[in-house]
C-alpha cells in the first residue's frame, strides 16, 4: 500500500498547487462589476475548492501508506476516488473555468484538475481490486 | 492450474518485478503514442489548413511571408499591405484562373470595444472568394451579408451577449467553421464591406482607429488553370509583379515544416534512447527474476513441466506486463494529450489536430504492439536460457 | 524399475578443470525396492539421484525407467515421463511459494496431456494422509518445516508414480520430524509397493529400507551397515 498511499499523496500536491498558479486572478485579471469593485473569477473559486478537495486526499495518502486490513485498505480506495471524482467536477460542471480558451485556467488547471482526478479515482479502485500481494501488503 | 493462473500467480508472487517491467512498458508505449499524435497532429493540421486555404499560390508583399505564415498557423495577427492594383495585374497572367484578394486586420489588445483581444480577422471580397464563400453557400445557404462573419472553430459570440464587437461595431456571427488545429480556428471572417464598415465606425465608437489603407490589399490568393503548374505561374508572377512573393502552397509553412522535421528528431532519438533504456532495463530485471526462481523454475521440470512450457510460462507474464503496461501507458497518453492540446498548441508553437477514430485506433494497436515488442524482445534471452538449463543445475545452490 | 548402466557424470569448474562426480556406476533398483544409499557430502549421492531420474544428462552410461532409455527421448517425452513415472521430494524447500497447499500438491497434474478427473479428490485424501487436511487453503509459509516436507510427499504421490526419488528429504528437519517423514513413508512403500530410491548422509536411516548402499568418490563401494 504504501507505493498507491505516496502516489495519492502527491497527486493531492499537485491538486492543491497547480490550480494556485494557474487561474486567470494569479494572471492578474479580474473581473469588474458595475460599481467598478473587481472581484475574482470562478477559475479563482475552483482553485480554492480544489485545496478543500486535496487536503482530505493526502489524509487518505497517508493512512493508504500505513494501512494493513483489506477492508480498511478499501474504503480509503473507495473515499479517494470519489475525491477524485470531486476534483474532476470542480472545473466542469460544479463551479468551472472561464470561456477564453486560451486562458491559464483552461490551458493548465482545467485539464490538470481532470487528469489528476482521472489518477487519484484510478488509484482508489486499483487499491479496491488488487490482490494484497500486488498492493505490497501479504496476503 | 492452467498456464494462465500459474502466469498470474506467479506476476503477483513477485510485486517489484511486475511493477517495474509494467512501468517499463507504461513509459514507452506513452511515450510512442504522444509522439506519434503530436506529429501526425501537427501535419494532418497543416494539410487541414492548406485545404481550407483552398489556393495553390498565395501571394504577398515581400518581405511578409513569416508573419502571414504565422498569422495562418498560429492565429498571431499580422498586418502587411500592397497595391490593390496587383489584384488586376494578376488575374491577367498567364496560367491563373482566380486572384481574390484578403485584407489582414486585428482586434485590439485589452479593448472595451473589442470582444476578443488581438484576433486575427480576414477581409475576403466575396465577389471571388474560394475560401470561405462556397462553404458559406452549402452551410448557410447564402453570402455574408454587412455586418456578418464566420468565425474558426474557436470563435464565439461572448456568454451573455447577442454579437462580437470589434472596434465597437457589433457583428453578428453566422456560423464557425470546422475545426483545423491551426490559427484559422481563432480567425473571424468578414467582407471587404463590413471591414470598411468598422474601419468607419472606429473613428467614433473605439478606443483607437482601424486603419485600412486606402487602395491596398493584404494578401491575394490565386488558383491556378487545372492544365498550369502552380511553382511555374508562382514564378512568373514573381517576374512580373514587383515587391511581392508569390508561394506556392505546396511551399507554404516551410518555417514550421523545418521546426516541425527538427522536433521529429529530437522526438526519434529520445524515443530511441528509451526504448533502449527499457530493453535494458527489462533484460536486467526478468535476468534477475529468473536468476531468483532458478530451483522453483528445476522443480516445475522435475515434476515434468517440458522446457516449451517453461518459456511460455516466463513470456507469458512477460506479454501480460507488456500489455498491462502497454495499455495504461496508451490510456494516460492519450488523456493527457486530448486534456492538454490547446497547451501544446501554445507551448510548443505548432498546429495540432487529434486524428480521427480510425486513425488513432491504428496507432493505439501501434503503441500497444511497441510495448510488447519491447518486453518480450528484452525478456527473450533471460527466459530462453533459464528454460535451456539442466534441472539438476537449476536447482544446486 | 530403475536401472543404470555404466553411468558416469564429470563437471567442468570454471577453469575448465574436469571433476568427476559419478564414475562409472552400475545400479538396479528392482520394482518394489526401497534402496536408501548413504555417503558422506561429495560422494555423489546427489548426483546419482539427479542422473537416475534424468534432471542431468550422464556424460557416459545409460539410464532406463522401466522400459524407456532416457535419453533416446525428446525434451517432452521425458518431461512426461518423469511426470507420470516418478515423484520427487526434494531436500531443500520446494514448494511454489504463489500457491496454495492444495494448489502446490495438484501441480504436476498441470503438465499432464490427458484428463484429470478425480484430481481434486485424490489430493483431499492425500493431504489426509500425511495429516494436513485443514491446512488445503494455507500458503507454503505459513507452515513448518516438516509440514511443507509433508506436503511435498503428498505431491510426488498425486500422479500415483511407480517411483519415488527422495534426496535427503529429512537432512532439514529435527530428529522427531524426521522419524515422522521416515515412518510416513514406510508406510507408503507398503501399502503402494512404490519403488523408492533414497539419498541421505545419515546411516541412521538405514532400518526404513529394503536394502542400503554406500557411495564414496563417486562409486558404490558397498552394501551399507545398518546402525
Given at each position: 500500500m504504501k507505493i498507491i498511499g505516496i502516489l495519492i499523496m502527491a497527486l493531492a500536491v499537485l491538486i492543491a498547487v497547480v490550480?494556485?498558479?494557474?487561474?486567470?486572478?494569479?494572471?492578474?485579471?479580474?473581473?469588474?462589476?458595475?460599481?467598478?469593485?473587481?472581484?475574482?473569477?470562478?477559475?479563482?473559486?475552483?482553485?480554492?475548492?480544489?485545496?478543500?478537495?486535496?487536503?482530505?486526499?493526502?489524509?487518505?495518502?497517508?493512512?493508504?501508506?500505513?494501512?494493513?486490513?483489506?477492508e480498511?485498505?478499501?474504503?480509503?480506495?473507495?473515499?479517494?476516488?470519489?475525491?477524485?471524482?470531486?476534483?474532476?467536477?470542480?472545473?466542469?460542471?460544479?463551479?468551472?473555468?472561464?470561456?477564453?480558451?486560451?486562458?491559464?485556467?483552461?490551458?493548465?488547471?482545467?485539464?490538470?484538475?481532470?487528469?489528476?482526478?482521472?489518477?487519484?479515482?484510478?488509484?482508489?479502485?486499483?487499491?479496491?481490486?488488487?490482490?494484497?500481494?500486488?498492493?505490497?501488503?501479504?496476503? | 492450474m492452467t498456464l494462465v493462473r500459474l502466469t498470474l500467480r506467479n506476476l503477483a508472487g513477485n510485486a517489484f518485478r511486475s511493477w517495474t517491467v509494467f512501468l517499463c512498458a507504461l513509459v514507452v508505449a506513452g511515450l510512442t503514442l504522444s509522439a506519434t499524435l503530436i506529429l501526425r497532429g501537427a501535419e494532418s493540421s497543416l494539410r487541414l489548413a492548406l485545404k481550407r486555404l483552398g489556393a495553390d499560390i498565395v501571394v504577398v508583399p515581400q518581405g511578409a511571408e513569416a508573419k502571414v505564415e504565422t498569422a495562418l498557423l498560429m492565429g498571431t495577427p499580422a498586418t502587411a499591405w500592397m497595391p490593390a492594383g496587383n489584384v488586376g495585374k494578376l488575374a491577367t497572367t498567364p496560367g491563373v484562373a482566380v486572384a481574390s484578394p484578403q485584407l489582414y486586420l486585428a482586434s485590439l489588445s485589452n479593448a472595451s470595444c473589442c470582444s476578443a483581444s488581438e484576433m486575427f480577422v480576414v477581409a475576403l471580397d466575396p465577389a471571388n472568394d474560394f475560401t470561405i464563400t462556397p462553404w458559406l453557400k452549402q452551410r448557410l445557404g447564402s453570402d455574408l451579408?454587412?455586418?456578418?462573419?464566420?468565425?474558426?472553430?474557436?470563435?464565439?459570440?461572448?456568454?451573455?451577449?447577442?454579437?462580437?464587437?470589434?472596434?465597437?461595431?457589433?457583428?453578428?456571427?453566422?456560423?464557425?467553421?470546422?475545426?483545423?488545429?491551426?490559427?484559422?480556428?481563432?480567425?473571424?471572417?468578414?467582407?471587404?464591406?463590413?471591414?470598411?464598415?468598422?474601419?468607419?465606425?472606429?473613428?467614433?465608437?473605439?478606443?483607437?482607429?482601424?486603419?485600412?489603407?486606402?487602395?491596398?490589399?493584404?494578401?491575394?490568393?490565386?488558383?491556378?488553370?487545372?492544365?498550369?503548374?502552380?511553382?511555374?505561374?508562382?514564378?512568373?508572377?514573381?517576374?512580373?509583379?514587383?515587391?511581392?512573393?508569390?508561394?506556392?502552397?505546396?511551399?507554404?509553412?516551410?518555417?514550421?515544416?523545418?521546426?516541425?522535421?527538427?522536433?521529429?528528431?529530437?522526438?526519434?532519438?529520445?524515443?530511441?534512447?528509451?526504448?533502449?533504456?527499457?530493453?535494458?532495463?527489462?533484460?536486467?530485471?526478468?535476468?534477475?527474476?529468473?536468476?531468483?526462481?532458478?530451483?522453483?523454475?528445476?522443480?516445475?521440470?522435475a515434476l515434468g513441466a517440458p522446457r516449451t512450457y517453461v518459456f511460455q510460462s516466463l513470456l507469458a507474464e512477460a506479454a501480460i506486463l507488456a500489455l498491462g503496461g502497454g495499455g495504461v501507458g496508451l490510456c494516460l497518453s492519450l488523456l493527457a494529450i486530448y486534456l492538454f492540446r490547446n497547451l501544446l498548441v501554445v507551448s510548443l508553437g505548432i498546429p495540432f489536430l487529434l486524428p480521427s477514430v480510425p486513425s488513432l485506433l491504428l496507432v493505439v494497436s501501434g503503441g500497444l504492439a511497441v510495448a510488447l515488442t519491447t518486453v518480450t524482445l528484452a525478456a527473450l534471452i533471460p527466459v530462453y536460457r533459464i528454460s535451456c538449463q539442466e534441472p539438476a543445475l537449476a536447482m544446486r545452490e | 524399475m530403475i536401472s543404470l548402466q555404466n553411468v558416469a557424470k564429470t563437471f567442468l569448474t570454471k577453469d575448465g578443470t574436469p571433476v568427476p562426480a559419478v564414475k562409472g556406476v552400475s545400479l538396479t533398483v528392482a520394482k518394489g525396492e526401497f534402496v536408501i544409499l548413504t555417503g558422506r557430502s561429495g560422494s555423489g549421492k546427489t548426483t546419482l539421484l539427479n542422473l537416475a531420474a534424468g534432471l542431468t544428462r550422464p556424460t557416459a552410461g545409460e539410464v532406463h525407467i522401466g522400459d524407456a532409455n532416457l535419453w533416446t527421448l525428446s525434451d517432452r517425452d521425458q518431461s512426461q515421463l518423469r511426470n507420470r513415472k516418478v515423484g520427487f521430494i526434494f531436500q531443500f524447500p520446494s514448494l511454489l511459494p504463489s500457491l496454495s497447499v492444495v494448489e502446490n500438491v495438484l501441480l504436476p497434474l498441470s503438465f499432464r496431456s490427458n484428463g484429470t478427473s478425480g484430481a481434486a479428490q485424490r489430493a483431499t485424501e492425500l493431504l489426509a494422509t500425511v495429516g494436513l487436511a485443514e491446512k488445503m487453503g494455507a500458503y507454503p509459509r505459513q507452515l513448518s518445516a516438516g509440514q511443507q516436507q509433508r506436503v511435498v510427499i503428498a505431491r510426488s504421490l498425486i500422479n500415483r508414480p511407480e517411483v519415488l526419488l527422495a534426496d535427503e528429504p529429512t537432512s532439514n528437519l529435527d530428529e522427531q520430524t524426521e522419524r515422522e517423514i521416515m515412518g510416513m513413508l514406510r508406510e507408503i512403500h507398503a501399502s503402494t509397493a512404490v519403488t523408492i530410491l533414497l539419498v541421505t548422509h545419515t546411516s541412521q536411516l538405514i532400518p526404513y529400507g529394503t536394502r542400503a548402499l554406500e557411495m564414496m568418490d563417486g562409486t558404490i563401494r558397498a552394501e551399507a551397515l545398518p546402525v
Open positions: 490550480p494556485i498558479f494557474y487561474n486567470c486572478q494569479h494572471d492578474g485579471k479580474a473581473l469588474t462589476l458595475a460599481n467598478g469593485m473587481k472581484v475574482p473569477m470562478k477559475c479563482f473559486w475552483t482553485a480554492m475548492a480544489a485545496i478543500a478537495t486535496a487536503v482530505p486526499l493526502f489524509g487518505i495518502g497517508l493512512l493508504q501508506m500505513f494501512s494493513r486490513q483489506k480498511t485498505r478499501r474504503a480509503l480506495g473507495a473515499l479517494g476516488g470519489v475525491l477524485g471524482v470531486m476534483a474532476i467536477a470542480l472545473p466542469t460542471v460544479l463551479i468551472g473555468a472561464c470561456m477564453h480558451p486560451d486562458a491559464s485556467c483552461n490551458l493548465v488547471m482545467k485539464p490538470a484538475l481532470i487528469f489528476m482526478g482521472i489518477l487519484t479515482l484510478g488509484l482508489g479502485v486499483a487499491s479496491m481490486a488488487l490482490p494484497q500481494k500486488l498492493a505490497g501488503q501479504p496476503a | 451579408r454587412l455586418g456578418e462573419v464566420v468565425g474558426g472553430a474557436r470563435v464565439f459570440t461572448p456568454p451573455g451577449e447577442r454579437y462580437i464587437k470589434l472596434y465597437g461595431y457589433h457583428l453578428t456571427l453566422k456560423g464557425n467553421l470546422e475545426p483545423t488545429g491551426t490559427g484559422l480556428d481563432q480567425t473571424m471572417f468578414l467582407t471587404f464591406e463590413t471591414a470598411q464598415a468598422v474601419a468607419k465606425g472606429s473613428k467614433t465608437l473605439a478606443e483607437k482607429p482601424l486603419t485600412i489603407p486606402a487602395d491596398s490589399v493584404s494578401a491575394i490568393l490565386v488558383n491556378v488553370r487545372p492544365e498550369a503548374d502552380p511553382r511555374l505561374v508562382a514564378r512568373r508572377i514573381k517576374q512580373d509583379l514587383a515587391g511581392v512573393s508569390a508561394i506556392p502552397s505546396l511551399d507554404l509553412f516551410q518555417t514550421f515544416r523545418r521546426q516541425m522535421s527538427g522536433v521529429l528528431r529530437a522526438v526519434i532519438a529520445l524515443m530511441g534512447i528509451t526504448w533502449a533504456l527499457a530493453v535494458g532495463f527489462i533484460a536486467l530485471v526478468f535476468s534477475m527474476a529468473a536468476n531468483e526462481r532458478r530451483r522453483e523454475i528445476g522443480v516445475l521440470r | -
